[in-house]
């Protein structure tokens, strides 16, 4: 079965520091790849998603992701974050066949604090 | 995208009773989900609901505790049954449009 494991489950990080969230996964197939955030009293967003192409994958708000397939890894990152980056960060794969996204297996999630 | 709007937003619930929840979505979808987030834990899908069909449930979730309805392309309902602490959870209701998977803001239940 598929599974997702995000490392970090409660990072705090200072106003301007650099932010690299871990993500693997674990499916031999071809995957969807997504990155979800839910914000204090918000709704899950999206923030970027891999599909295929160009491995590094850019999304709102100044954050990126690298898909490397070796490693099953879909790490999130932005070189400087900001104290509204405080949220909880999800990590995602599809379960769908073909390459379908609607069964999404997310991982445990991390919860980011930007101290100003 | 998609605006989804779920109700109630948040509940507190007695042991042994039926509460179902509402999801209304601003767009003619094929496919809306059921997650569950319990406190500490990360999203677990619940089943899918297709619009004319049952519901699929996924491993661990049965029909009887969790009974859906999809009368239509743009509403569903799940009923969490005969409720018990452990059912204590944000259930989120999801659906598919243009290849991106959208979440409502969730419906938090605490079963006392």
């Known amino acids: 079965a598929q599974s997702v494991s995000q490392h970090n489950h409660h990072v705090i990080l200072s106003e301007a520091a650099s932010l690299e969230l871990g993500c693997n996964y674990s499916?031999?197939?071809?995957?969807?790849l997504f990155w979800y955030v839910q914000y204090p009293g918000q709704h899950l967003q999206l923030l970027l998603k891999y599909f295929s192409g160009d491995p590094l994958v850019k999304g709102i708000k100044g954050f990126e992701a690298e898909f490397i397939k070796s490693k099953f890894s879909f790490n999130l990152r932005k070189p400087s974050v900001q104290w509204s980056d405080t949220a909880e960060y999800f990590c995602a794969v599809n379960a769908g066949y073909g390459g379908a996204t609607n069964k999404l297996i997310f991982g445990t999630g991390t919860l980011l604090a930007v101290q100003p | 995208s998609a605006v989804i709007s779920q109700k109630p937003s948040r509940d507190i619930c007695q042991r042994g009773t039926s509460l179902t929840i509402q999801c209304q979505v601003d767009?003619?979808?094929?496919?809306m989900f059921w997650y569950r987030q319990q406190p500490r834990q990360s999203l677990t899908l619940i089943a899918t609901?297709?619009?004319?069909?049952?519901?699929?449930?996924e491993s661990g979730f049965v029909i009887d505790k969790f009974p859906i309805s999809r009368p239509n392309l743009t509403f569903s309902t799940l009923t969490v049954s005969n409720m018990s602490p452990e059912d204590s959870s944000i259930y989120l209701c999801s659906v598919e449009l243009g290849n991106t998977i959208y979440f409502g803001e969730g419906s938090w239940l605490t079963v006392v």
């Open positions: 767009s003619q979808v094929t496919m």
């Open positions: 609901a297709n619009q004319g069909s049952e519901a699929t449930y």
């Open positions: 499916y031999g197939g071809t995957v969807n």
